[in-house]
């Protein structure tokens, strides 16, 4: 006969095979898993600790360090496997260069100097600067201990759009300014 048992995960009652089929299911884990609720990466919680308030065993943790080349500070602090490196590091009261929290811009953007970051959500840099090193801080997740330092964003944006808008660097036009704010 099967149990019925509240779920740890949700405000839901659900069935739980007897014993004697849960010996003889292929499925050996005695967790009810809920299946109203699922987590995907991007919800779940950050810093998962344990009572003690160490990481748990269960998420590998890697130490990341950011060398902030605009503020001239380094930070070094452990961020899960499954979480992203800038809500990890806002979490802990860093604070990091982003802005829309998408991978689409590049205010984020880092150089990977050791270490490697999966980032597969990262719009706002090409495959080909991806393979040169430049990774996302706001949708990267570290896959092993981590060194990077911050870029600036222009200097990631024109490598990463220079070459299909323009031809060198913005020279401002006075004139053209004058007549523009002449029309208003």
């Known amino acids: 006969m099967d149990a019925v048992v509240s779920c740890n995960s949700c405000t839901s ?29 991007l919800q779940t919680s950050v810093g998962v600790t344990d009572r003690t308030g160490s990481q748990s065993p269960l998420i590998p943790t890697h130490k990341v360090t950011v060398r902030d080349r605009q503020r001239g500070v380094v930070h070094e602090f452990l961020v899960p496997e499954d979480q992203y490196i800038l809500h990890t590091a ?8 982003f802005a829309c929290r998408h991978g689409c811009c590049t205010s984020c953007a880092v150089r990977v100097k050791s270490g490697q970051i999966r980032q597969p959500e990262a719009l706002g840099i090409s495959a080909e600067l991806k393979s040169k090193g430049y990774a996302l801080l706001c949708v990267g997740f570290p896959s092993s201990d981590v060194e990077v330092e911050t870029q600036d964003e222009d200097e990631v944006y024109w490598l990463q759009f220079g070459r299909y808008f323009a031809r060198g660097p913005v020279e401002r036009d006075d004139y053209a300014l004058e007549l523009a704010m002449g029309d208003e």
């Open 90 to 97: 806002e979490s802990q009261n860093i604070t990091l260069p």
């Open 13 to 41: 009652f659900h069935r739980r095979p007897s014993i004697h089929r849960q010996l003889l299911s292929p499925r050996r884990n005695n967790y009810l898993k809920c299946p109203r609720v699922t987590r995907s990466e």
